[in-house]
Structures are given as structure tokens and as C-alpha cells.
């Protein structure tokens, strides 16, 4: 069983940036894509950004339209972290934000659809 801890939220200016963490421990991390998601007030989950597998020698990315070009992830092997580089925020961008495991076995994609394991999420609020 996995475990995932978010960090690195918190209250932030309009335009400004912020980095979220997602520190992964447990058996057989490399098997799993990992991919982080928001919830905002309301019944909607957004699969924000996914990263393929540690073990894949590939890097594929997925982002969400509402976060192109604005938000970058990218994940440490030797840290077992992935992180959510987050620019230019907007107020809309409020949300909390979880990280997610999803069992991918040896293939190379990744899922901005759900996870298996989830982290306690970590709040980022946009206001000025």
C-alpha cells in the first residue's frame, strides 16, 4: 500500500507562483503514475496534471487546458517526490489539491482520471 503526503500549499497574490510536493513511500512506487487533482467548493474533481511512472524510461506529461502553459510537473526518482510547479495563479486556481497514485504496471501513460491511492490533500487559495 502506498502512501502520499502534499505539501507546500498555502495563501498566495494573484500572479504569483507556488510549488506543491507529493512524497511517496511504499512498496512498488515504480509501477504507479502519479497524478495530482483539485477540488474546489462544488461536486467537480479536476485531474489537474499526471507524470508517468518512475520506472518508465519515457517521460510522459498530461496537463488539464485550464493549466497549460501555467503549471509544470516533474518528479525526483531519488526522492520518490513528484511536484506541481504552479505559475501565474489565478483566483480560479483555489482549490485543495491532492496527489494520486495510479497502478500503471510497466506501461508508460499516466491518468488525469483517478487514482488508487490518494494523498490528505494540502489548501491553495489565490486572493489578494
Known amino acids: 500500500q502506498l502512501q502520499l503526503v502534499e505539501s507546500g500549499g498555502g495563501l498566495v497574490q494573484p500572479g504569483g507562483s507556488l510549488r506543491l510536493s507529493c512524497a511517496v513511500s511504499?512498496?512498488?512506487?515504480?509501477?504507479?503514475?502519479i497524478g495530482w487533482f483539485r477540488h474546489a467548493p462544488g461536486p467537480e474533481r479536476e485531474g489537474v496534471s499526471c507524470i508517468s511512472r518512475s520506472g518508465s524510461s519515457a517521460i510522459y506529461v498530461d496537463y488539464a487546458d485550464s493549466v497549460k502553459g501555467r503549471f509544470t510537473i516533474s518528479r525526483d526518482n531519488p526522492k520518490s517526490t513528484v511536484y506541481l510547479h504552479m505559475n501565474r495563479l489565478l483566483p480560479e486556481d483555489t482549490a485543495v489539491y491532492y496527489c494520486?497514485?495510479?497502478?500503471?504496471?510497466?506501461?508508460?501513460?499516466?491518468?488525469?482520471?483517478?487514482?488508487?491511492?490518494w494523498g490528505q490533500g494540502t489548501q491553495v487559495t489565490v486572493s489578494s
Open positions: 494520486a497514485a495510479f497502478f500503471v504496471g510497466s506501461g508508460s501513460e499516466c491518468s488525469r482520471s483517478g487514482g488508487d491511492y
Open positions: 511504499g512498496p512498488s512506487f515504480e509501477y504507479y503514475s
